[in-house]
């Protein structure tokens, strides 16, 4: 389904991805690791086509995907590609959130957008906010309509950027099983070591180098502490107990 060869990418001169290449097969669910800045972000606006890499080429579904590309190949890959960002602020500005599901559901009868909006709703456990206003809900909440209206005109390939930042443990809870019930291909983007192996069964890391460190399964990546600190997703910790001071590997999975 996508084949990246050797991406290069740099805001102004600062590198934020360097020779990455992978390849990710319909439907998969994959885990994008990597710390804060590592670039795990702006790898996933590239996919979904809101950045052009520098160096590398990047095909979807068999096509290359550059600035250039024709517009009916855009036009796939808006409808297809399905992109919830980190701040979901920047994704709501409809009225409401029935107008806000509603809003990529354009196409589709009247009767039709009516009740898929419902039945989105429902699966999202939203049904009770569709007249208010989505700025003004939590931010574990907006995560939810956010997504929501990028679920509900059904894409190929979902791109989710630390969907549960804003979560607490229920919310997060809920989208993992949520996501395991679902057959679309996945590509989620977390720094938290812990949810990985409920978000999928491969991992791919980004190192602070802005390399790809690591692609395989997320069972290994979990035993492999040497790995795990060169991307900086474990941390040696110094721990009192009382009197005694001891310390030991630790995850940091304050999100
Ligand atoms: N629009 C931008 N302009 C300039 N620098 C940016 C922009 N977006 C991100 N960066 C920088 O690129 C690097 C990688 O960012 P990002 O892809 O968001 O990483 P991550 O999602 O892993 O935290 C960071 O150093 C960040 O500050
Ligand atoms: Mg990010």
Known sequence: MIELEGIGFSYGKFPVLRDVSFRLSEGERVVLLGVNGSGKSTLLKILAALEYPSEGSYRYRGREVTRKMRKEQEKVLRREIGILFQNPDTMLFNPSVYEEIAFG?????????DERVRTVSELFGISHLL????????????QR?????????????????????N??????GWLVDFLQEQEVTTLVATHNLSLAPELGERALVMGENHRLLYDGPVSDLLHNDRLLLEA???HRHRHRHGAVEHSHYHLHDWS
């Open 105 to 113: 559901l354009q196409e589709i009868d009247a009767e039709a957008l």
């Open 131 to 142: 007249e208010r206003s989505p700025l003004k809900l939590s931010g574990g909440e907006k």
């Open 145 to 165: 309509v956010a997504f929501a209206a990028i679920f509900a005109v059904e894409p190929r390939l979902l791109l989710l950027d630390e969907p549960t930042a």
């Open 167 to 172: 979560m607490d443990p229920r919310s997060s």
């Open 232 to 234: 900086n997703l474990l």
